[in-house]
Nanobody, 128 residues
Framework: QVQLVESGGGLVQPGGSLRLSCAASGFTLDYYAIGWFRQAPGKEREGVSCISSSDGSTYYADSVKGRFTISRDNAKNTVYLQMNSLKPEDTAVYYC?????????????????????WGKGTLVTVSS
């Protein structure tokens, strides 16, 4: 049974940092594309970052490029999202997602092709 469990969210001041974790089970992490999307209240879902299964390439939305870093630990079957220089506009629920086909960068954002599982999310609030 596939499960994705996010953790690490919380309240942080602007300019601060957080590291999100996604513990995956029920599948082998590096066989699939995996990453993060977020959704803020009243806004559409936005792809944030992902790691391709084919060659481990990483992709980032323009809104987070240079500030966020995605990584994975295959031994722990865990994906991380290091978020630095956080801004109030980063406030959202962050979800970990698995894609059965691939992920890619297009039109300033990240997209998941064949997204088939995602977690329940973790809330990130950036506020002073």
């Amino acid at each position: 049974q596939v499960q994705l469990v996010e953790s690490g969210g919380g309240l942080v001041q602007p300019g601060g940092s957080l590291r999100l974790s996604c513990a995956a089970s029920g599948f082998t992490l590096d066989y699939y594309a995996i990453g993060w999307f977020r959704q803020a209240p009243g806004k559409e879902r936005e792809g944030v970052s992902c790691i391709s299964s084919s060659d481990g390439s990483t992709y980032y939305a323009d809104s987070v490029k240079g500030r966020f870093t995605i990584s994975r630990d295959n031994a722990k079957n865990t994906v991380y999202l290091q978020m630095n220089s956080l801004k109030p506009e980063d406030t959202a629920v962050y979800y970990c997602a698995k894609a059965s086909v691939s992920c890619y960068y297009s039109d300033y954002t990240v997209s998941f092709y064949g997204m088939d599982y995602w977690g329940k999310g973790t809330l990130v609030t950036v506020s002073s």
